[in-house]
């Protein structure tokens, strides 16, 4: 059930407060893990690619 927040006690609208915090805070973390995620396999790809053209030119 929701409640209007002006319904909750001064303990209750805190706990709100620190909860939607700690929700910023998390999905935050989770975006800074995603651009972690995307730079990791950019850095794979590249390394793929180099290692691929190198194979190409080396004399058989």
């Known amino acids: 059930m929701c409640r209007d927040p002006a319904e909750l006690s001064s303990g209750e609208a805190k706990e709100l407060q620190q909860i939607k915090w700690h929700r910023k ?33 080396l004399p058989v």
């Open 25 to 57: 805070q998390l999905l935050e973390d989770i975006q800074k893990l995603k651009d972690e995620i995307a730079d990791v396999f950019a850095q794979i790809d590249c390394f793929e690619s180099t290692e691929e053209s190198t194979a190409c030119t």
